[in-house]
């Protein structure tokens, strides 16, 4: 294999939307970019009265600096820092273009459009360097049609590489070489992407529409015809295909409107054209209600916020969301599903679980979804080995790509191969005759685990194969029941071999509930005795949003205040155990990471952080401080930061409005900036990776003879000289209404104990001082009823409430 990091520098043609975000996303792995897009031929109206020429480099490089400005600004952020704008330069393509020979990738992003795209290409025959990899990042061309007429050298080097949208948040990236494609470039850029940019690539074959789409566009259309044929309601339809079934809050409706509803349809017209007619071609047909929506332009968000939703703000600037009647294309008031299934569903946590249970009733809900998996699963097997051969590629392009939980195969192992089957005999939907060949085996499934690696059913070979790259990472879901070690319902120890133990948290959302707290209080216990090190690791979606918020607020409502200082006192002790265990300990946080899980990582002794790490100390939302060794953990880590000649009041400061506006990392980068993470931490852009670089550095710290670090205590703290200047702070911000009362007091708190209390001069203290400190201040605002109403809103309704 080539060495992969010979692509250092990357040219895009196209600086529109997708072009502009595939640039920032390239800046942030930390290659040289340059951005191109035509020069206007007019002025624009601030141009001419500033006697601006079209030959002038500020108007040439107008339409690229307008773009790229616009992306940069939008939220959430295409970039992990601002700065990284910097790696990033701009140009047009009259005076630039030469400059691509200097470059190791070139990337088309051009319009859709056919004469468009051949005539870049003419262009970039000129000054291209050969050998010079060009690629598309079209989705609704054949590669082969683009490729047609091109010399030997441009054919050989070019194919697809389909980013999605948005490139920074959404991991798929399709690989899609066409007939004359040299062999090496699909496993090279595979790599490549994977490695670098902390893509999922998948191999796809030169086919409409490739694996993402083919599979989803199919799905929502075969939900949106479901809906007319069981007269369900919008609202209905999306909660029973979102979060409850393991797809993203948005759903299918609100996805639509996000993607736009003239995106969705031309593609399953182009697929309907495409594609030879067979028991599933007439679901890409037009349900009525889309093609009224087509001709009264509701698209979505595009058109002005009108889809399948409206929003609407009013002259506060609150917003309303309205529900589309598909009757009568009026909008109505919002309204929640009211399925019976739905509560008992919740309940239950285990995802594959749930599902099973909403396919055995016989309500209209389970009867949707019944419909609509069946024939989900049915066309997926239709789809091998056409447009792949490889049914993990399908899986995977699906999660990368539209953030599902479990592709198409993994649901049919989720509910059970023979499951599977008579559920599409029930709804008469018949699978791909290759699926009777899996129907043979002696445990007929599409996945399997042997001997800690994941082996996958190939159709064409009648067997099955691991997939490949699994020997380079660690995968939780290649070890089996032999490698637990510990386990109760929301946390469980998995022996990672070489000595180390990973602990997952599993409870909702990953909090620390008192099944979380205890287990990892036994773990500790068998670690210290049997292995040199612990990693903190889990496969949910957010690493952890913090504590049992639930159990929190039922003591202080009930006054129960000698069970809820017991709490947080285990608490605290738990996390000063992690920080004093005899081996070491490596957190790999990712996604949200708030509360107790920012604690965590604070005391472990190494962070393996992804890249994309919300991380923060949120607490002051719900009328809290952090209770869990999180104030502590910043006065102590200040002090430690104090060098001779510090104004020591302001780097106090910092710290003190970090926990105040209760801030949140928009990446890893920016939890680092921010001191939540040190220098001495990792950041990981490959998700997959992130286990195994975890292991490595738990093994290197216990290699290198660790010992666990002396108990601080001469934690520099400021008292007074710190506290009156905080309390002049948070007086001025009540005076002026930047804050309530109750922050007020919130605020005043905290600085209590970040200062280090009331002290008439600047003292050493010890961490179980301030631990006291923290947890005194926690107790005594979980009395106030303003907190206890902060609280409950945030169960209820899942926001802040600010009283």
Known sequence: MENLKKIQKVAIIGAGQMGSSIACLFANAGLEVLLLDIAPKSLTEKEKHANKTLSDTEVKNRIVNTSLKKVVGSKPSPLYLQEFQERIQTGNLDDHLHLIENFDWILEVVNEKLSVKKEVFRQIEKFRTPETPITTNTSGFSIDELAKGESKGFQECFFGTHFFNPPRYLRLVEIVPHSKTNKKWPIFFKNFLEKYLGKKAVIAKNTPAFIGNRIATFSFMNIAHLLEQLDLSIEQVDELTGELIGRPKSATFRTADLVGLDTLTSVSAYLKEQLPENDFHTYFQLPGFLKKMLQHKLLGQKTNYKGFYKKVKDQKGKSS???????????????????????????ITDLKQRIQFLLQGESQANDFLRKMIANLLGYSSHCLPEIVDDIYQIDEALKAGFAWQHGPFELWDAIGFQEGLRLMKRENVKPADWIFKLKKQDCPSFYKVEHQKINYFVPVENKFKPIPGQEKTLNLNAFGKSNSVYKNPDIEAVDLGDGILNVEFKSKMNIFNENVLNGMNEIFDLAEERFQGMTFYNRGKNFSVGADLKAIYELAASKDFEKLDEAVRYFQQTMMRLRYSTIPTVAAPHQMTLGGGCELCLHADQVVAHAELYMGLVEFGIGLIPGGGG???????????????????NRLREKFLEIAMAKVSTSAYEAKQNELLSSKNTICIQRDNQLTIAKKQALLLAKNGYLPPIKHKNIKVLGRQALGAFYVGTNQMRAGNYISDHDHKIANQLAYVIAGGDLSEPRYVSENYLLDLEREAFLSLAGEQKTLDRMKAMLTTGKALRN
Do not use: P
Request: no cysteine; net charge neutral; glycine share 2%.
């Open 321 to 347: 969301i309205f529900t589309l009647d598909l009757n009568t294309l009026e909008y109505r008031d919002f309204k929640k599903a009211d399925f019976e299934v739905l509560a008992e569903a919740k309940k």
């Open 631 to 649: 104030t502590k953990e910043l006065a102590l880590r200040t002090s430690a930061s104090f060098r001779k000649g510090d104004v020591e009041l």
